[in-house]
Nanobody, 118 residues
Framework: QGDPGESGGGSVQAGGSLKLSCRAP???????????YGWFRQAPGKQLELVAS???????QYVDSVKERFIISRDNSRKSVYLLMNGLKPEDTAVYYC?????????WGPGTQVTVSS
């Protein structure tokens, strides 16, 4: 059904913002409606961490370290999921991955680098 791809990473100074996008271009809209999405990140030397998730039922969850700074959202017209990251900190530096889950099958994107300098 299609691996997603991420975009929107880059380098910013602390306090700045970035918006990551995730899209699996080959899926149809009805599949997108059933997808659950998660944004993960992995910093050098650290384990993969779930940052934010968005279920097909509309529920969203965040890891405590990004609450009130990051917002996950979905755009049905573009079959896309976004992660708006505000108030970025150096500890947010990591490779960010999008994972879509469809009927117990997980599909991962290749990741996009986010670097926050102090």
């Amino acid at each position: 059904q299609g691996d997603p791809g991420e975009s929107g990473g880059g380098s910013v100074q602390a306090g700045g913002s970035l918006k990551l996008s995730c899209r699996a271009p080959r899926i149809i809209l009805s599949v997108f409606w059933e997808d659950d999405y998660g944004w993960f990140r992995q910093a050098p030397g650290k384990q993969l961490e779930l940052v934010a998730s968005s279920s097909s039922g509309g529920n969203t969850q965040y890891v405590d370290s990004v609450k009130e700074r990051f917002i996950i959202s979905r755009d049905n017209s573009r079959k896309s999921v976004y992660l708006l990251m505000n108030g970025l900190k150096p500890e947010d530096t990591a490779v960010y991955y999008c994972r879509r889950s469809y009927r117990r099958q997980d599909y991962w994107g290749p990741g996009t680098q986010v670097t926050v300098s102090s």
